[in-house]
């Protein structure tokens, strides 16, 4: 695949607004609910830099979760507009790491920060390298 032009962002930030069913009988999201918010940010990080996740798939390169941390700082609340920042901190030959701020960009409050580790495979499932492109500069 060639490199998008431009695709140099290492960070992006999305709003999230939680729905009800994201949340439990008192309106607070359910703890389960950040994982795929955690794959919003790397899907629009993805998009912010040219490029579309099903077009890497069609190329034969998946992205599987390896590992997943998250750390509950604060409770979130249905439909409270929300920030995810989504910073790529590590590119390495056939994996991905992010690490993952949520706020509540009223306040400016850190609700929850997490981190993933992705591992590159090919359709069969075994590792492979990860795309030229999403390499830093430097290596």
């Known amino acids: 695949m060639e490199p998008p032009e431009g695709s140099t962002n290492q960070s992006h930030t999305i709003t999230i607004v939680p729905r009800y069913c994201e949340t439990d009988q008192a309106g607070v999201v359910h703890h389960t609910v950040y994982p795929v ?3 919003m940010g790397r899907t629009e ?3 912010a830099n040219g490029v579309a996740y099903s077009e890497l798939e069609k190329t ?10 998250v ?7 249905y439909d409270e ?10 590119v390495s030959p056939a994996r991905v790491e992010h690490a993952y701020q949520l ?4 306040s400016g409050l850190l609700l929850a920060e997490g ?4 591992a590159c ?3 069969s499932g075994r590792p492979q390298r990860v795309p030229d492109f999403m390499q830093s500069p430097e290596k």
Request: with cysteine.
């Open 37 to 39: 918010w955690f794959e």
């Open 45 to 47: 990080l993805l998009r």
């Open 60 to 69: 034969g390169v998946l992205f599987v979760v390896y590992q997943l941390s």
């Open 71 to 77: 750390k509950y700082h604060r409770p979130a609340y």
């Open 81 to 90: 507009p929300l920030e995810l920042t989504t910073v790529c901190t590590k």
């Open 103 to 106: 706020k509540r960009p009223s």
């Open 115 to 118: 981190a993933t580790v992705l």
């Open 121 to 123: 495979i090919d359709k």
